[in-house]
């Protein structure tokens, strides 16, 4: 079981270095260097934070590193760190890769926020649990770097009555709960039929132009009723952000990774 945030990237470093650098062995380098992380693209930091205290557990001393949610712009160094040659080579390619991951997550959520709030400046943008098993606190943080929320952290901090539970469960009536009761119903008639009783409704595979006439109509049910899309692509945000009060995306874990470089030298 994992324990804290230094053992994610203990296990990232020993698939990358299992039994040591065969190369910086072989050319003998040691002494002291510094490493820098160059972009070159545009970007938005996140995790920063993470990979900060990895470097100071391994005895570095990080020189530079972004806040979480700045922007950075192409030939930046967005982190760079100094000490012992060999370390900083062994965790060169491992830390690239991580935050050209983290990044551009964080990134393209500051894009979909934008496009939301260009039409409407109360939508939500916010992520599902879909995420890459065991990088679920990583790309959680780089959303909330990038403006965007959390539809559900885990079955454990929500609510949210799904078609499969429907499938299962059948029809119910009034529910009882401390936390907010959200529901995805599978057809129109379950839409209207349990409007009054949700707190919210999660509504798939509509497209925006019935969204403009069936959210008036399920808020005439209930005027406090908050509704979502899911599903919705990155180029489709702002034609849904004009009707819901959050849109519910998975396609921000997937994005591309951003163009970084490492450059080390030996100071």
Known sequence: MVRNMIDFFELYLSEDCPYGDETT?????????????????????????????????????????????????????????????????????????????????????????EL?????????????????????????????????????????DSILVTQNHFNVAGDFGKLRAMKKVEIEPRTREEAFKYAALADALLLDHYSPEEMETLVPELRSINPHLEIGVGGVELTMVSEYAKYVDFIVTSSLYYSNPLDLTTKIRRI
């Open 25 to 113: 062995e072989l050319l003998g380098i040691q002494g002291t260097g510094r490493q820098r992380i160059v972009s070159r693209e545009h970007g938005v930091a996140a995790c920063m934070e993470d990979l900060s205290a990895f470097y100071t557990d391994k005895g570095l001393e990080v020189v530079t590193c972004l806040d979480n949610g700045a922007e950075f712009n192409p030939n930046d160094v967005i982190f760079e760190a100094q000490g012992d040659l060999p370390m900083l080579f062994k965790l060169w390619r491992v830390s690239q890769t991580f935050l050209s991951l983290v990044c551009a997550i964080a990134s393209n959520t500051r894009v979909a926020v």
């Open 116 to 156: 939301a709030h260009k039409v409407n400046p109360n939508v939500e943008i916010a992520t599902s649990r879909k995420t890459h098993p065991g990088f679920r606190r990583y790309e959680l943080k780089a959303v909330k770097a990038g403006g965007g929320h959390h539809h559900r952290n885990s079955l454990s």
